[in-house]
């Protein structure tokens, strides 16, 4: 098996902040003004053009024109294996596969940008590679009513990183955009390797088809943790009944199945490198100098490696139920599972007056529990139409249940400003949202600080699950004859967002909770910190001030991220095989296929789903775009 996959793109737009994020002023401009105005973005002289008093807020139509950004990954993956039956019934295989891209990308901030007027550069040249090894030796055997199968095997996988990182400011000749062209550069290079070695064993038991038991073994080695630290055995071990071929059931149940489950997993650390320190040149006008290096490389973050880091550890126990009723027109699947993930690794923030920003830490444990339920059908089902439907429902209950000892919370991710933290704190869901609230007293009366005339705000505290806890999907099949059409809706409840683009409209005024005193100035009324009657007007010149500081109260930018979305559409049609038979074909389908189509419910102004990106900063949402609503057409042949 062979794929090859080329991709390129030009000017990916920026998010996040202000600095180069097209987004930031058709978000921004106030609301009179028409944000067309802003064009070209671009003076004669090919400079930005000034639009507000934040020089770091880019002109979206100057990045759009000027900006330069592209990048190219080409992916090659494939896979080859050969079998040979040593004797009846035993079988040794080798398999050998490799997932393999090299990624080229450049990015310019060009001459003229205000924040940075003589531009500046940034590349990527990387080459990545994950190369598998497995050999494995099967053996079958039914022995009257019982069906054997064991099995062993080892495996090497290898992962490795050469990248070349090239960043630099101030292009020498304006305009001239190459890196030989920079008045100041830096050129980082880095190689990384890493190594799983693993052995494994499966035994499988059958009695009468009716009894099922499978029990594993495995044994990992793990190149990025210590020697004296990085084996792991991680055993399992399930069964499953089929209770209606043992008991009698009524004719309307076809299949009814008991099934039950216990494994461990392991894993090593993330990043190779994380458990020594290493160390870099660093530019000096005399002798070469070096300094420690980041424990995540290329992240310019100055970390604590840990020499006594272990593998993490993942014990789920789980047991389930499938039914299938009405000759098989109706199938129920219950699962409840319960996993405890032991010696979590987790790169997390401390105090930069250690020296350090950052340390590896086996981060205690985290337990997800939950149920998943899927129930499918054929409502309709004629010679020429059917009808499929499912619609599938899990809750995950997530809780950290200890951190490293002495540490009862460690921080992930934060916003720009600290206006709102994503933390694992022992006795919340882990990736918890925290932030302040404004103060209130028992009777629900604003508390004020009498000296700044601005409501309190509390400490740090717990404000929302940033992961959804409750997922949902609806898919519906509609087939008549040769056209077939598949409808996908999902959704998720239960976690909240924190919106970052709501703290800058706020300040800015472009929102209506910034309406109120702005005739004859906003009349405050409440308490003191020590329970007296507190009241103030603010000017109408003070206004700007007082909504800016609300920037200090979290709860004012948090929302309900639950959200049904019509996912997908595709529209099929199989092409009749008498049209097909002369270039020796089996099938050929031909698709159209829609995708993020519409947002049928939600609770917030913005995309409930935009994120900084899919790692901790789940839960923040900050001047981004929604996600993409795409078509196409795909052909599927089959020989």
């Known amino acids: 098996m062979a794929q090859y996959n080329i ?46 008093d934040a020089s770091v807020a880019t002109n979206g139509y100057f990045v759009v024109n000027k900006f330069q950004q592209d990048d190219r990954k080409n992916r090659f993956i494939g896979q080859a294996s050969l079998s040979y039956e040593l004797a009846k019934n035993l079988v040794l295989k080798g398999t050998v596969s490799q997932d393999h891209y090299d990624y080229n990308y450049r990015n310019i901030t060009p001459t003229g940008t205000l924040y940075a007027l003589t531009g500046q550069y940034a590349g990527i040249k990387s080459d990545v590679s994950e190369t ?17 199968s064991f099995l062993a095997g080892t495996n090497k996988r290898r992962s490795s990183l050469n990248e070349l990182d090239q960043a630099g400011t101030g292009f020498t000749i304006p305009f001239f955009y190459s890196y030989n062209n920079l008045a100041s550069g830096t050129t980082l290079a880095l190689a990384q390797r890493q190594d799983v070695n693993s052995i494994f064993g499966s035994a499988d038991f059958n009695y009468k088809s009716l009894f099922f038991l499978t029990v594993t073994g495995r044994n990992d080695w793990y190149s990025t943790l210590s020697p004296s630290n990085n084996s792991k055995f991680y055993p399992s071990i399930n069964g499953s009944f089929i209770v209606s071929d043992v008991v009698d059931m009524p004719r309307a149940v076809n299949l009814v199945k008991l099934r039950g489950a216990y ?15 290493t160390y870099s040149n660093v530019p ?21 490696t840990n020499a006594n880091l272990g593998p993490v550890l993942s014990t789920t126990t789980e047991g389930g139920l499938e039914a299938q009723l009405l000759d098989n027109r109706l199938s129920l699947d219950l699962t409840y599972y319960n996993r405890l993930t032991d010696n979590d690794i987790v790169n997390t923030t401390i105090s ?3 020296g350090y920003n950052s ?57 720009v400003g600290n206006w709102a933290y994503i933390n694992n704190t022992v006795g919340q869901s882990a990736f918890e949202i925290v932030g302040t609230r404004i103060q209130k007293d028992e009777n629900g009366n604003t508390v004020f600080d009498a000296a700044s005339g601005y409501p309190v705000a509390t400490a740090l505290q717990p404000l929302g699950k940033s992961v959804a806890p409750l997922t949902m999907g609806f898919s519906n099949d509609f087939r008549y004859k040769r056209l077939s059409l598949n409808v996908l809706l999902d959704g998720k409840f239960g976690n909240k967002v924190f919106s970052i683009s709501e703290v800058y409209e706020t300040r800015l005024g472009l929102l209506k909770s910034t309406l109120p005193g702005r005739e004859n100035g906003l009349q405050l009324t409440g308490v003191t910190s020590t329970g007296d009657a507190y009241s103030r007007l603010v000017p109408v010149s003070g206004l700007r001030a007082y909504y800016d500081n609300y920037k200090n109260y979290s709860e004012l930018f948090l929302h309900d991220g639950g959200f049904i979305k019509l996912r997908q559409v595709i529209l099929a049609y199989n092409l009749p095989a008498f049209q097909i038979s002369s270039f020796k074909l089996q099938s050929a389908t031909i698709a159209f296929v829609a995708r993020n189509l519409l947002i049928l419910m939600k609770h917030t102004n913005f995309d409930p789903e935009q994120s900084f990106s899919n790692s901790n900063y789940q839960g923040l949402e900050s001047i981004g775009l929604p996600r993409t609503r795409s078509y196409g057409l795909n052909l599927s042949v089959k020989f």
């Open 7 to 52: 991709e390129t793109a030009n000017k990916r737009p920026s998010a996040g902040d202000a600095l180069a994020n097209p987004n930031w002023s058709p978000y921004m401009i106030a609301n009179s003004a028409d944000v067309r105005w802003l064009k070209p973005g671009y003076d004669a002289n090919g400079y930005e053009t000034v639009w507000n």
């Open 132 to 148: 598998n090894a497995l050999a494995t030796l099967t053996y079958n055997k039914q022995i009257k009513e019982v069906g054997l």
């Open 263 to 277: 494994a461990q997993v392991g894993q090593g650390a993330p990043e190779p490198y994380a458990v020594n320190l």
């Open 284 to 304: 000096s006008s005399g002798r070469p100098l070096q300094n420690v290096s980041s424990n995540v490389p290329g992240s310019g973050l100055a970390g604590i």
């Open 352 to 354: 930069p007056t250690s």
């Open 359 to 415: 340390v590896y830490l086996n981060a205690g444990k985290v337990r997800n529990r939950g149920i998943e339920a899927l129930v499918s059908g054929t409502p309709i089902r004629t010679a020429n139409f059917s009808w499929n439907t499912s619609y599938n429902l899990a809750y995950n209950d997530n809780k950290v249940l200890q951190l490293v000892e002495g540490i009862n919370s460690i921080n992930l991710a934060s916003t």
